[in-house]
């Protein structure tokens, strides 16, 4: 059954109005995943076969599309409005994104959801910490054993999380090839992990509590990063956490 959806969120950021814009513009790969910047006007193209309908740098954007290409949804659109503050130093943001789940709404508008408050919190890391150094992508998934309901447990414990280890804390993280990472936890949930070291967010989603297999995103902001090097590395390590007996 078809009903709309909306999903709204406020927060303040210490980045300047003109740093957020070229993010959601331009930087999309910082935080989430690459795509085309939106065609600078109304009417302009952009991802994934959207439109841009409102198009006002840098503080106003909107891209709507009407025709998904997904069988759980019709209709999406995304909104940023972008507002200074402390002189321009600062930015708040408005974030929306609404539209039409066709099917299995609940579970569709959880995962949503949840998603847009770890990725918003990863765009204000790559801000506060990265930007404007260019980032090397890479993501992967699980294999099929990454569905099961306490996959992600398992993530967290083959990277050598205690339990009540807090949001923010450093943590000699078990990494690919037996390697320990240095790293801030800057977001730990039931759903996602997120890593900071000095020059990558690496990305943990749950999404085995979607019906889907847990994945991985790296946004490498050194100079020498390989983006299948990465890739190679992060899925040899998911494999072998759902190869173990």
């Known amino acids: 059954m078809s009903k709309e959806f909306e999903i709204a969120r406020e927060f303040e950021v210490d980045a300047t109005p003109q740093e957020v814009w070229e993010a959601i513009t331009n930087g999309s790969g910082a935080y989430l995943w690459p795509m085309d910047p939106p065609e600078p006007r109304v009417g302009g193209a952009a ?13 106003h954007l ?5 025709d998904v290409g997904f069988p759980v949804q019709s209709v999406n659109q995304l909104e940023h409005v972008i507002e200074p503050r402390d002189g321009g130093r600062r930015a708040w943001v408005r974030y929306v994104h609404s539209g039409i789940f066709t099917d ?7 995962g949503a959801s949840r998603h847009t ?3 918003l919190h990863t765009l204000r890391e790559y801000l506060v910490h990265f930007a404007p150094r260019p980032v090397t ?9 990454a569905q099961a309901p306490d996959a992600f447990d398992a993530v967290g414990r083959a990277l050598g999380l205690p339990d009540d280890l807090a949001e923010g804390a450093k943590a000699g993280v078990r990494g690919p090839g037996g390697r320990t990472l240095e790293a801030v936890v800057d977001y730990r949930n039931p759903y996602f992990i997120g890593l900071r070291t000095d020059d990558a967010l690496v990305r943990f989603f749950g999404r085995n509590h979607w019906g889907a297999p847990v994945g991985i995103s790296i946004h490498d902001f050194a100079p020498d990063a390989d983006a299948e090097a990465n890739e190679r590395a992060w899925q040899g390590w998911l494999d072998g956490v759902f190869s173990q007996p």
């Open 47 to 59: 991802a994934f076969g959207s439109t841009v309908t409102a198009y006002e740098p840098p503080h």
């Open 62 to 66: 909107v891209v709507r599309s009407e």
């Open 104 to 110: 299995d709404w609940d579970n569709q508008y959880d």
């Open 117 to 119: 408050d770890f990725y």
């Open 137 to 145: 992508f890479a993501q992967l998934n699980g294999p099929e054993a």
